[in-house]
């Protein structure tokens, strides 16, 4: 399916094992990894905030970089986990700071054609259906770093996958 | 799978792919923060740093901690309330103060100062290197770490390493009757040693001065069941709020706070491990007695489509996920301790976001959350994790 697979990461994990200590290593060991993370961090709070989240996940990172573990994800699920959090923690001020039922604007800007079709059908997937789809497509993460940032088996994550893509294939073909 | 299946699913994958593709290709360019970039340090590991300027019995203790955190105005030593698990009390001992780091305190020279203020990420080396700066004979350059001349102590959160090099040695011990293990080796070629409890979840590093063996430090050290305002060192985490259990005093059942307290004490713990206390008398406790007095019975849960509950900690050694270290905040509890002249205690549990039941309970009164609750509480001791919006109320 065109996607890392499980030793390819594992390959991966071991030379990425040690984050670098200077502020330069670390920017440079941060971006490969910047344009998933930026898509996803639109796709979770909006475009407006997207690289405010995305900045202050970075800045986490670098504070937390000794608490990466090879052995427990790859650099980018780290990364990717650090950011489902500050994003969490940016709608949840969000809500409560403007008092308000409105959620924060979300998705892609501007998609069209095709990806509006794609994108509504995803928005009517399950919860956890949408999220393996858009941490293995969106964030390019491989099933076993899907795994590793929802803490759920691969075949879990595989067996969502393979629902997801069915039931996307319906919902394109009633729409 | 039939061949049509995997036809069918092979076509959605491609566009999946694309859309992610185009995704990631859409989304506006980020940098790297330049505060991160201005900061060249070398890695730090510790949320709470306390530093000694030894021999000349001159030290600062800083605080550093994890970003959005507030400042902390450091007006009175012995009543202030604690932060990040930190607190600084004077001892019966004059001339000596002893700091705590969820429940492991050390006890030094009073004559080392508790900055004022948090330090914020990026900053935190060259805050550091003013406080030292203004000391005689110590020079420690923004970002180094490495002055003999200095001893100092860092607390370490969790299971953090010590930092520790070269021949290390293991041995266990016990502080103030609790397991502990004492890890000595090099830190900067200087000998060096930790403490770790991990009943507390946390460890302490001491490195002497050149010349110095740091034992008046180590024989300091102690495991406190109770910080200054009384709030217990550790608690259970649970995520759900008890209930449906006997009354502990008369008129529970009926209010949260039944009749007047003399005292309340007002904790906050993440992950079961004490964060910022107060103790509250007079008004202030009649105030917040009066505000969970009027709580509607019930509890709540927050609104899943706001945040991701998966993510969620299950407990405190959760390591299922990669970022289990990163969303303590998720575990973040409030404990009100409301004590009486005569009779037991009445102990509410507050929980205001993001995982689990949300609203307070004493085990037989429950009481949503309100605004006003969230702002009775956070007033007092703050909130780190978030308040999340509710679903309607079970």
């Given at each position: 399916m065109g996607k890392s697979t499980s030793?390819?990461?594992?390959?991966?994990?071991?030379?990425?094992?040690?984050?670098?200590?200077?502020?330069d290593g670390f920017a440079d060991w941060v971006s490969p990894h910047l344009a998933a993370l930026a898509a996803l961090a639109e796709r979770q709070v909006g475009a407006a905030a997207g690289a405010d989240v995305v900045q202050e996940a970075l800045l986490r990172a670098w504070r937390r970089r000794?608490?990466?573990?090879?052995?427990?994800?790859?650099?980018?699920?780290?990364?990717?986990?650090?950011?489902?959090?500050?994003?969490?923690?940016?709608?949840?001020?969000?809500?409560?700071?403007?008092?308000?039922?409105?959620?924060?604007?979300?998705?892609?800007?501007?998609?069209?054609?095709?990806r509006v079709d794609l994108e509504r059908a995803i928005g009517r997937l399950s919860r956890r259906q949408r999220q393996v789809v858009t941490l293995h497509y969106l964030a390019d993460l491989a099933v076993v770093e899907v795994a590793a940032v929802l803490g759920i088996s691969e075949s879990s994550v595989k067996t969502h996958l393979s629902a997801a893509r069915a039931g996307l294939k319906m919902l394109l073909e009633a729409s | 799978m039939t061949d049509n299946a995997n036809h069918a699913d092979a076509e959605i994958d491609a566009r999946l792919s694309e859309w992610?593709?185009?995704?990631?290709?859409?989304?506006?360019?980020?940098?790297?923060?330049?505060?991160?970039?201005?900061?060249?340090?070398?890695?730090?590991?510790?949320?709470?740093?306390?530093?000694?300027?030894?021999?000349?019995?001159?030290?600062?203790?800083?605080?550093?901690?994890?970003?959005?955190?507030?400042?902390?105005?450091?007006?009175?030593?012995?009543?202030?309330?604690?932060?990040?698990?930190?607190?600084?009390?004077?001892?019966?001992?004059?001339?000596?103060?002893?700091?705590?780091?969820?429940?492991?305190?050390?006890?030094?020279?009073?004559?080392?100062?508790?900055?004022?203020?948090?330090?914020?990420?990026?900053?935190?080396?060259?805050?550091?290197?003013?406080?030292?700066?203004?000391?005689?004979?110590?020079?420690?350059?923004?970002?180094?770490?490495?002055t003999p001349s200095i001893a100092f102590v860092e607390f370490i959160e969790g299971d953090d390493p010590l930092g520790l090099t070269g021949p290390i040695k293991i041995t266990k011990t016990r502080i103030s009757g609790i397991a502990a293990t004492r890890t000595d080796g090099l830190w900067a070629a200087r000998a060096a040693f930790g403490y770790t409890?991990?009943?507390?979840?946390?460890?302490?590093?001491?490195?002497?001065?050149?010349?110095?063996?740091?034992?008046?430090?180590?024989?300091?050290?102690?495991?406190?069941?109770?910080?200054?305002?009384?709030c217990p060192a550790a608690v259970a985490d649970v995520a759900e709020l008890p209930r449906n259990k006997p009354p502990a005093r008369e008129g529970a059942a009926d209010t949260l706070i039944p009749g007047r307290p003399t005292v309340l004490r007002v904790c906050r713990y993440v992950l079961g491990r004490i964060e910022q206390g107060t103790a509250l008398t007079g008004p202030q406790a009649t105030g917040l007695v009066t505000v969970l007095a009027h709580l509607p019975p019930g509890l709540n849960r927050a609104d899943p489509d706001t945040f991701s509950p998966e993510l969620c900690h299950t407990s405190a050694g959760d390591v299922n996920t990669i970022a289990g270290n990163?969303?303590?905040?998720?575990?973040?509890?409030?404990?009100?301790?409301?004590?009486?002249?005569?009779?037991?205690?009445?102990?509410?549990?507050?929980?205001?976001?993001?995982?689990?039941?949300?609203?307070?309970?004493?085990?037989?009164?429950?009481?949503?959350?309100?605004?006003?609750?969230?702002?009775?509480?956070?007033?007092l001791v703050r909130n780190t994790g978030g308040i999340s919006p509710l679903l309607p109320v079970r």
């Open positions: 030793r390819e990461v594992i390959v991966d994990a071991v030379e990425a094992s040690t984050i670098p200590a200077t502020a000794e608490t990466f573990r090879s052995d427990r994800g790859t650099p980018r699920s780290w990364l990717v986990a650090i950011l489902l959090d500050q994003a969490r923690r940016h709608r949840t001020r969000w809500r409560w700071t403007n008092s308000t039922s409105q959620q924060p604007a979300s998705g892609l800007a501007g998609p069209s054609g095709d | 992610g593709r185009a995704s990631r290709a859409a989304a506006q360019p980020v940098a790297v923060p330049a505060s991160l970039m201005a900061a060249a340090a070398p890695a730090r590991r510790s949320t709470v740093v306390l530093r000694i300027g030894a021999g000349v019995a001159m030290a600062a203790i800083v605080v550093a901690t994890v970003i959005g955190l507030p400042r902390y105005l450091h007006l009175d030593r012995t009543a202030a309330p604690s932060i990040g698990g930190v607190t600084s009390t004077a001892t019966a001992r004059p001339g000596f103060q002893t700091v705590t780091f969820h429940g492991l305190s050390i006890t030094v020279p009073s004559s080392w100062t508790v900055p004022n203020s948090w330090l914020t990420h990026g900053g935190e080396d060259c805050s550091l290197s003013r406080e030292y700066v203004g000391l005689p004979g110590a020079r420690l350059q923004c970002g180094s770490t490495d409890v991990p009943t507390l979840r946390a460890s302490v590093l001491i490195v002497p001065a050149q010349g110095q063996t740091g034992a008046d430090l180590a024989g300091s050290l102690q495991v406190n069941a109770f910080d200054s305002h009384g990163d969303v303590a905040s998720d575990g973040e509890a409030y404990r009100i301790q409301a004590d009486y002249p005569v009779g037991k205690p009445v102990v509410v549990v507050v929980r205001l976001g993001l995982c689990g039941d949300l609203g307070a309970s004493n085990g037989s009164r429950t009481g949503q959350r309100t605004d006003a609750l969230v702002k009775a509480v956070t007033d």
